[in-house]
């Protein structure tokens, strides 16, 4: 059989359309359900980027989603004080007390662990953008069982418009974003809204609403 190039790149045109369809695979929430988790309790989150401020900062903004998907959230001030005046220091150190413990010392149905693993602004020559990244796992406190991960990214070069001014006009203005985003620190707006797509229940493979939802909320667990 002759080798036809045109075929051959046609074809592999395609398996790439078929790849980049394909329909992500829904999350197995049966540990989830079968836990039905009614409070949360909040690690500090576990901070792998370059600034100090991270790790607060997502910390601030995981109350609010969490208690409108229907959960009872331990104040979060409240429970870092608690590992202080405990001696655990940092996030590391908290995130490795067992579960078992933390719900003897807390009562805890669950708790969220968090991983920050971008934070902060980027200058790449023509563009500057501040992005928020974040990792998070919810554990059962009474058997230490995994009940959902997730991940979400958020940025500010989503609604970034490059187009106009040419290359002189783009480096302008990725100049004075990034002096922009470095006074004002959008990365604290930023980790809002990543905490925001982390944690709203009712999203694909997202959280599942918890027992102070709403019905309607609760509706759509009863359906997944």
Request: hydrophobic share 40%.
């Given at each position: 059989?002759?080798?036809?190039?045109?075929?051959?790149?046609?074809?592999?045109?395609?398996?790439?359309?078929?790849?980049?369809?394909?329909?992500?695979?829904?999350?197995?929430?049966?540990?989830?359900?079968?836990?039905?988790?009614?409070?949360?309790?909040?690690?500090?989150?576990?901070?792998?980027?370059?600034?100090?401020?991270?790790?607060?900062?997502?910390?601030?903004?995981?109350?609010l989603p969490?208690?409108?998907?229907?959960?009872?959230?331990?104040?979060?001030?409240?429970?870092?004080?608690?590992?202080?005046?405990?001696?655990?220091?940092?996030?590391?150190?908290?995130?490795?007390?067992?579960?078992?413990?933390?719900?003897?010392?807390?009562?805890?149905?669950?708790?969220?662990?968090?991983?920050?693993?971008?934070?902060?602004?980027?200058?790449?020559?023509?563009?500057?953008?501040?992005?928020?990244?974040?990792?998070?796992?919810?554990?059962?406190?009474?058997?230490?069982?995994?009940?959902?991960?997730?991940?979400?990214?958020?940025?500010?070069?989503?609604n970034q418009?490059?187009?106009?001014?040419?290359?002189?006009?783009?480096?302008?203005?990725?100049?004075?974003?990034?002096?922009?985003?470095?006074?004002?620190?959008?990365?604290?707006?930023?980790?809002?809204?990543?905490?925001?797509?982390?944690?709203?229940?009712?999203?694909?493979?997202?959280?599942?609403p918890g027992?102070?939802?709403?019905?309607?909320?609760?509706?759509?667990?009863?359906?997944?």
């Amino acid at each position: 059989m002759r080798f036809n190039p045109c075929k051959a790149l046609a074809l592999l045109l395609l398996a790439g359309l078929l790849g980049g369809c394909a329909t992500p695979t829904p999350y197995d929430y049966s540990a989830f359900k079968q836990s039905n988790p009614a409070s949360i309790l909040v690690l500090p989150p576990v901070n792998r980027s370059p600034d100090i401020k991270a790790s607060y900062s997502l910390l601030s903004h995981v109350t609010l989603p969490l208690a409108e998907a229907g959960y009872y959230v331990l104040p979060v001030a409240l429970v870092d004080e608690t590992f202080k005046q405990n001696g655990l220091m940092n996030a590391d150190e908290m995130h490795m007390v067992p579960p078992a413990k933390l719900h003897e010392i807390f009562g805890a149905d669950a708790a969220l662990y968090i991983e920050v693993s971008e934070y902060g602004s980027s200058y790449k020559l023509v563009t500057s953008e501040v992005a928020v990244t974040a990792n998070a796992k919810l554990v059962d406190l009474r058997n230490g069982q995994l009940l959902w991960e997730g991940s979400a990214r958020a940025s500010s070069a989503e609604n970034q418009n490059n187009s106009g001014g040419g290359l002189v006009g783009m480096l302008i203005t990725a100049a004075v974003n990034q002096i922009i985003n470095t006074l004002s620190d959008r990365g604290h707006e930023i980790a809002g809204i990543t905490s925001q797509r982390l944690l709203t229940a009712g999203t694909f493979n997202g959280i599942l609403p918890g027992p102070r939802a709403p019905q309607a909320m609760r509706d759509q667990l009863t359906a997944q």
